[in-house]
């Protein structure tokens, strides 16, 4: 599902961003902060120009991607997904998410605005030129990548059973 939130002045663009889901691998307990991996991010901008667009940039820390005018003709929507590398974005922190030998912490941990995503749209309208802005909150559902629970053995010998 997309979330609709985002600024935008004037309606010339409006952006949404749908969840983003990663497995993260389990940290010791002394740890706080969760480290990413690369993570995608599905972007979605309505546009609208008055003229002619002449490009549409979407961004997320310093990762980035750039439609020019020519795939943008006569379109009200343009997606793009961005791979963002680890290291771009801060760490979550959680001290109660998956950790090592610990079934008790969370296999799940929703990260709302971890990060913003941002759009350009620029318009040429004759000799007059504008660009407009808009932002969309970035929220990430981190699932633990712990290794299967071994089946514990019995105590009992096989000829008691």
């Keep these: 599902m997309l979330a609709a939130t985002g600024a935008h002045a004037d309606g010339s663009i409006v952006m949404a961003a749908r969840e983003t889901a990663a497995a993260v691998e389990p940290v010791t307990a002394n740890r706080r902060l969760v480290d990413l991996p690369q993570l995608e991010f599905a972007l979605r901008a309505a546009i609208r120009c008055k003229g002619t667009p002449v490009s549409l940039t979407f961004s997320v820390a310093d990762t980035f991607a750039t439609v020019p005018a020519e795939n943008l003709a006569d379109l009200r929507a343009v997606e793009q997904v961005l791979s963002v590398p680890p ?75």
């Excluded at 941990?109 to 941002?118: E, M, N, R, Y």
């Excluded at 970035?138 to 514990?152: E, I, T």
């Design 87 to 161: 290291g771009q974005l801060a760490l979550a922190a959680s001290s109660r998410f998956c950790i090592v030998n610990d079934e008790e912490s969370a296999d799940q941990l929703l990260v709302p605005g971890l990060a913003t995503a941002h759009a350009s749209l620029r318009c040429v309208d004759g000799d007059k030129s504008s660009v407009h802005f808009a932002s969309a909150p970035l929220q990430v559902r981190l699932s633990c990548a712990r290794p299967p629970a071994v089946p514990q053995e019995s105590s009992e010998s096989p000829a008691a059973r």
